[in-house]
């Protein structure tokens, strides 16, 4: 009786069932459907639905179809579409959690956040979203497509997607940074992003990758190609940039390779002519660029035209290796400043290692602060070897008012060179010939200067240096031992006709006389610091001078200004005056790092004739010159 009653009861349950899903499918088909699928929602969750009509039918029972819809919280506007298709997922009403086979969305607009209380655990297997205008701070996306599987909504609320993403878009913009074209191909696999594609174009510039988006927000760009385009928008590459070191700041990021195909760009501080580049491992962290170590980041390019300010390679081909303690230079070579350059070897911040180095017809021009950025890159080094050093036809001018250099036509031919020792700025090895057309150094003309050197092993000899001046010529040699702790050295020095002007124009001396002289010197001693040069300093110099004239302010005596040579700098009166004077023969005298001048008379008049005698002690850093008035001859009467 009982298993009867129970059969009467289950039969009774399954017709009452039977009849109430008839009911509600039979009123899905009436215009009442959607009124009882708006009370249904109300009933459910916190929504309100509104739309203009509903599609139901029992070839596909379980899905229905809302056109012109609009979803509230209580009053407020949260979402609208123009259609929308839902397809339940029978079995999750006796199972649950709700769960839908696919969800189609079209024609909606995004334009703030949503706050949508999703149920937990609700499931879309297929979730498509056309015509989506979405707007946020930092992403605009117009007329895009959305696909996704697995979509869901965790413990928390949280919507999550476990398996495809793909996302069409004519056109976007992410941190003010317009692309069109924009595609994405992934999926989600073992708690990663796999981004199997990823391309858009900027401006007229494609660009496309894969990469793989780790759970510690980690990014690994496996490849990432920007071809065929022309830059043009500084504004909009500029945003590019920013972007990029906005995301290494916040990010780790690891690329792979890097490849620039056909790419060009001009821009008031840059630009590039059809640059081909390929790089390989290349990191970002913390808004740093870390290289790879070992073999190093292998980097190669070739572009018909690199400009970055004033300056520009033209036809520039190069394969490098960075490190993160230097560079490797397999060969670099490009035309640059109406000439050459060839380059191969190695550099770390410390050393300057070159295999061969050319310049051919290459004119450099430096202002004052650009000399000085190389004077300071030159002192960070300890070490500079050079195997070949050749410098053709090059030219060289620094603007700089307190000592200008230009120099036209030079000829550089050195070997196993090495420039920089221990830190120390000295020729420790190798072998060197240099010569000029012509040159001004700090307003002093040279013709054909030329000089010879030879080191080995820190033995520096100077084997032969020729400065023709306008009115005359002077040759000179030398040699000092650098390995030695005493560093001994020795000087000679020959002239006729000499530039007076050189002692104050090349070593700052206060010597305001213009002229030629001809000269004859010779030195030796010490040069392990200035205490053992004082002490050490002998030989001696004699100087004729012809067309002297003395540069004399106009405030002082010639006595006066004769008392003042050699002073450490020059004076700087209101204004001065050029007196012609007579100069008899100089002789100088240095024993030990005592110098003495014999007496010498200046006399610009008859009236106007002074003896000079001078005394210098190097250790002591005592003396000076002393000036008497010359005795006036005695003419014999008839």
């Known amino acids: 009786m009982a298993i009867r009653f129970v059969l009467k009861l289950i039969a009774i349950l399954v017709i009452t069932a039977l009849l109430i899903s008839g009911s509600v499918l039979a009123i899905l088909h009436t215009q009442a459907g959607l009124p009882m699928v708006q009370l249904y929602l109300t009933w459910m969750t916190p929504f309100r639905l509104e739309a203009r009509e509903m599609t139901y039918s029992l070839d596909r029972p379980w899905t229905l179809t809302l056109s012109q819809l609009e979803l509230r919280n209580k009053s407020q506007p949260i979402a609208k579409a123009d259609f929308l298709s839902a397809t339940l997922a029978p079995k999750s009403l006796l199972t649950g959690p709700l769960k839908l086979n696919n969800l189609t969305i079209n024609g909606t607009v995004v334009d703030k956040p949503l706050s949508l209380d999703l149920p937990p655990g609700l499931e879309i297997d297929t979730l498509a979203i056309e015509n989506l205008v979405y707007s946020s701070p930092t992403l605009q996306l117009s007329n895009a497509k959305i696909q996704t599987t697995r979509w869901s909504v965790d413990a928390n609320g949280h919507p999550n997607i476990h398996g495809d993403f793909q996302l069409e878009a004519p056109s976007a913009i992410w941190h003010q940074q317009t692309v069109s074209k924009l595609l994405v191909n992934s999926f989600y696999q073992n708690k990663k ?47 590019l940039l920013n972007n990029t070191r906005s995301f290494a700041r916040a990010h780790k990021v690891q690329l792979e390779r890097l490849d620039i195909l056909d790419l060009s760009a001009d821009f008031s501080e ?34 018909t035209l690199l400009r970055s300010g004033d300056y520009v390679l033209a036809d520039a081909i190069a394969e490098l290796a960075v490190r993160p303690d230097g560079i490797d ?61 050749t410098l053709k036809h090059l030219g060289l001018a620094v603007y700089d008012d307190s000592f200008p250099i230009f120099i036209e036509a030079v000829n550089v031919r050195g070997s196993e060179l090495t420039l920089k020792h221990q830190g120390q700025s000295q020729m420790w090895q190798g072998d060197l010939t240099a010569d000029a057309a012509l040159a001004n150094i700090n307003r002093v003309a040279l013709m054909t200067p030329f000089i010879k050197m030879t080191a080995t092993d820190g033995l520096w000899q100077l084997q032969q240096a020729t400065l023709s001046f306008r ?168």
């Open 329 to 389: 230079i397999s060969g670099l070579s490009a035309r640059f400043q109406e000439g050459f350059i060839r380059l191969a070897g190695r550099a770390t911040k410390s050393k300057l290692e070159l295999d061969d180095a050319l310049l051919s017809g290459v004119s450099l021009t430096f202002e004052p602060e650009e000399a000085e950025k190389i004077y300071q890159w030159w002192g960070s080094l300890d070490s500079v070897n050079i195997g070949q050093l």
């Open 471 to 638: 009115k005359g010529q002077g040759n000179a040699k030398g040699s000092i031992d650098l390995k030695s702790p005493s560093q001994q050295w020795q000087f000679e020095a020959q002239g006729l006709g000499i530039p007076t002007g050189i002692y104050q124009r090349w070593a700052g001396l206060n010597l305001p006389l213009s002229g030629e002289h001809d000269v004859s010197l010779s030195l030796s001693g010490l040069a392990t610091d200035w205490k053992s040069f004082s002490f050490s300093l002998d030989g001696s110099l004699n100087a004729e001078l012809h067309n002297s004239v003395l540069t004399v302010d106009n405030d002082s005596s010639l006595e006066n200004s004769l008392e003042s040579l050699f002073t450490a700098t020059p004076q700087n009166h209101s204004g001065s005056e050029a007196k012609t004077v007579a100069v008899s023969p100089i002789k100088l005298v240095a024993d030990r790092g005592r110098i003495k001048m014999q007496s010498v008379t200046v006399s610009s008049t008859a009236d106007d004739t002074y003896r000079m005698r001078a005394n210098w002690d190097l250790v002591s850093q005592k003396g000076g010159i002393r000036v008497t008035p010359a005795p006036k001859r005695v003419q014999s009467g008839n």
């Open 270 to 303: 840059w630009g590039v002519e059809h640059l081909n580049l390929s790089a390989y491992d290349i990191g970002f962290e913390n808004d740093t660029v870390f290289w790879q170590t070992g073999k190093g980041t292998q980097i190669s390019f070739n572009a």
């Open 193 to 239: 992003w796999i981004i199997k594609g990823l391309s858009f174009d900027l401006e007229t510039a494609s660009v496309s990758g894969r990469a793989v988006w780790s759970p510690d927000e980690n990014l690994t760009i496996n490849q990432l190609t920007i071809s065929n385009g022309r830059l043009q928008s500084a504004k909009n590459t500029q945003a």
